[in-house]
């Protein structure tokens, strides 16, 4: 018989064995490298270094975090609106879909000199385009999860003379749930990749910033270090979005199968 508790523990336990195995990797894998500070510094001397830039790294990263979370919350707000409208409305969903599958197709950093001519050098840039990266799975996701209601619950619930508004507000919606989180675990994080994509182009703070001043300074540790802030950033924000999913879905059977 399996030991619940003991299951947990080692569950619990895999992230931290997984973050050893890389950083004795990384130890091991900089130590075979010629001049490893320049090309592949080791994970101590990142670890100096982000002791030494520690007040330019926060500021930055509270400012890459800002972008990022508000790029993130424009997405959710008008991700949900049109995935509703596209997922109700078939004739919507034929008219609307083939534009957004264009516009998510578009790289984005082709996008970075017309924001920057119209809203200059700044957080709005930055902001516009973790929007821009984080919409497009929130509208998928919320439309599929309103294509999925069951055809037979439906037919019961029009059997029981319940509208077409209740039945998205009872059925429809439990079932899309699921999606919706799922969606805004995919979009978090790419929020954060847009926003570091637009700090790198054009921007005078945030991480990319920071990361463009040291490369061109050949401060390869410095690099690092702003990568290891981005990720964790986007780690904690990810775990954000499993937390309170769990909380909302928790009566679902699917969700409980995969924690």
Known sequence: MIDIARERRVQNAMPWIAVALLLLVWECASGLVKNSALVLPAPGLVVRSIAAHYDAILSNALQTLFTSLLGFAFAVVIGVVIGFAIGIWVRLYKGLYPMLVAFNAIPKVALMPLLVLWFGIGSVPATILAFSLAVFPI?????????????????????????????????????????????????????????????????????????????????????????????????????????????????????????
């Open 139 to 259: 509208v998928v996701n919320v439309a599929t999860g309103l294509a999925s209601i069951d055809p037979e619950m439906e037919d019961v619930m029009r059997s029981l003379g319940a509208s077409r508004f209740e039945i998205i507000w009872k059925v429809g919606i439990p079932s899309m749930t699921p999606f919706l989180f799922a969606s805004f675990k995919i979009a978090i994080t790419l929020s954060f990749v847009g926003s570091v994509l637009a700090e790198t182009v054009a921007a005078n703070s945030g991480i990319g910033f920071l990361m463009q001043e040291a490369s061109s300074r050949f401060d390869v540790p410095l690099v690092f270090a702003g990568l290891i802030v981005i990720a964790a950033m986007a780690v904690i924000a990810y775990a954000g979005c499993v937390l309170i999913e769990k909380r909302v879905t928790h009566w679902s059977r699917h969700t409980g199968k995969r924690r």
